[in-house]
């Protein structure tokens, strides 16, 4: 396990994936990436040392990371979850399922510091 943690990344988009996972790997973190809930649901029941979701809502179905991240809550409830999306608002008390919701694109630093406080 890294330092700073283990990350799932779940993106649909091949360019975004990318730069999602070199940045999470430079800040430290060891990331794990799926293009879909059902590769998501692969890599989690085979590493259990995943310890935050950081999907997109809307994967190659709209909704699809609403649906994962309602079920990543029901099957390993201590993985903490953010949700990001470019055409979707969600308000915090909204997140029952959730830790956070982060709007694309995001500014700089945004998204390692909700990490760093979501696994605090």
Request: aromatic fraction near 8%.
């Amino acid at each position: 396990m890294s330092q700073a943690g283990v990350i799932l990344v779940v993106e649909d988009e091949p360019v975004l994936r990318f730069i999602l996972v070199e940045e999470l790997q430079d800040a430290g973190y060891e990331v794990f990436a799926a293009v879909d809930a059902a590769q998501a649901i692969d890599i989690l029941e085979s590493n259990f040392d995943i310890q935050l979701l950081l999907t997109d809502i809307d994967l190659f179905a709209e909704g699809e990371g609403v649906e994962l991240a309602r079920m990543v809550r029901d099957r390993w409830p201590p993985i903490r979850i953010i949700l990001t999306s470019g055409n979707w608002t969600l308000q915090q008390s909204e997140l029952t399922f959730a830790e956070r919701f982060i709007p694309k694109p995001h500014g700089p630093g945004v998204l390692l510091q909700t990490i760093r406080e979501c696994m605090l």
